[in-house]
């Protein structure tokens, strides 16, 4: 019977959630588990909260309470959970090799179908659950409501570069200087105003055209075919970084293919539960780069990377599609691991065709002295899931005279995890905050990074510093090209 009032919104019974659970949650890989507790230690929000519950091992005890049915997943389970950043640094460290990143998606799956909505249960519960998150700021939006309004847009990537056009324009024609200077904006939340001021130029060309083809050969001895992932969030606000790994891409040795079908690779929906979407971007990238017939596919984000190479694992039970979605993941490579693979930068010398008469280089090359201090921020998705963070700082060792300091922790989380900052502000901003006192300690004066979502929290982190004149922070392929290039 449908509800009398189609504003009041219906929420699910308690019981309904927890037998949902039961029966979604892998019950063998909660019992993997021995409670060691190993993974503790690299879980920043039991780092920074010191609560068991926030930690790797309490999550899954929590799940497990809730599949033998010893507790209700009530607002204080999903708090938890949601409260989880999804950084996989405790799988890495667990002698047991339990999937948490499995669990999790499990759980948020199951919580996206089934959202606990009422307003009083959240401030009972919020009041006892000891967490310390409490604003109602800091509650996560109605994520089924959030992916229906951005679905359109991430679903075609068309879409995507002509809704940019409006962020451009709002940068480039003074719009944005004269919101700043009359205040605007200032009824948005911190975080959001504090985003709004750090995002870079937006291009709402994205590399295909940018490049102005979707094939470009190889330069000298051809090694392989690349099919480049654009990505969505990169091929916008970091086009310059999608156009320099084309670069380098081809001084390899790779043809490189731009699918034009390629789309958004579903991290954003698959993340915070809504599989059903994740794995319609899915086929529609296996169907795309499966047309172009390459031998590799490039990523030059760690969070997509990872959400690509597990599509075999998110497509596992599809008959149809999972032998594809296998050879697919198998294809996936960084562009740190590409780059290696190659003769070319084995002795490292100038590039004076092609790539050198690119506007941005005397630009970006200009914007900091030679001197530089450089440290490096891993990406969790890139080191955690795709095990490739080592690529990164060896392609790095191959650059002369650099000046690299390691970054105490940086296989830590720097509390970007998506949209994570958004929705848990609060607990973002405490892990960067520590993140920026071992970034200081460096005396590094660029900050190297991985993925679009690290850049700009890093990004907020300077200037929550207020180092934007000491500190730089940049994409590796960017830092690496402008190295090359001279
Ligand atoms: S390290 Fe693994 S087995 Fe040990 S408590 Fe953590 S998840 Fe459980
Ligand atoms: S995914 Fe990250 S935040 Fe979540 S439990 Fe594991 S280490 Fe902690």
Redesign the pocket.
Known sequence: MSSPNPKVERVPSLLTLQQELTKQLDYNELMN???????QPSCPTYQETGIEAAS??GR?ALMKAVADGVMEPDESFRQQINLCLGCRA?EP????D?K?GQLLEQTKSVLFEQQLRSAKKNEQNEAADGSGYKSESNRPPNMKRLHKLVKPAFKSHNRMLSLSVLLEKYQRSGLQRYAAKKKLLRFLPDHFQTLERILPQADSQGVAKRVNASFLPAKGERIGTVGMFRGCIMDVLFTETNVNTVNLLRESGYDVVIPEAQGCCGALFSHSGDLETAREFAKKNIQAFAEAKVDYIASNAGGCGAMLIEYDYLLKDDAEWWAQAEHFSEQIKDISELLLRSERWKSIESIDEGLADQEHTSQSRANHAPQDTITYQDSCHLRNVMKAGRGPRQLLRLLPDLNYVELEGAEGCCGSAGIYNLLQPKMANDILDHKMGKVNETGASIILTSNPGCLLQMKIGVEREQAQDRLKVMHVVDYFAEKVMK
């Open positions: 588990c021995m409670r060691c507790g190993f993974c790797p091992r899954i405790c460290v667990c002698p047991s339990v948490y």
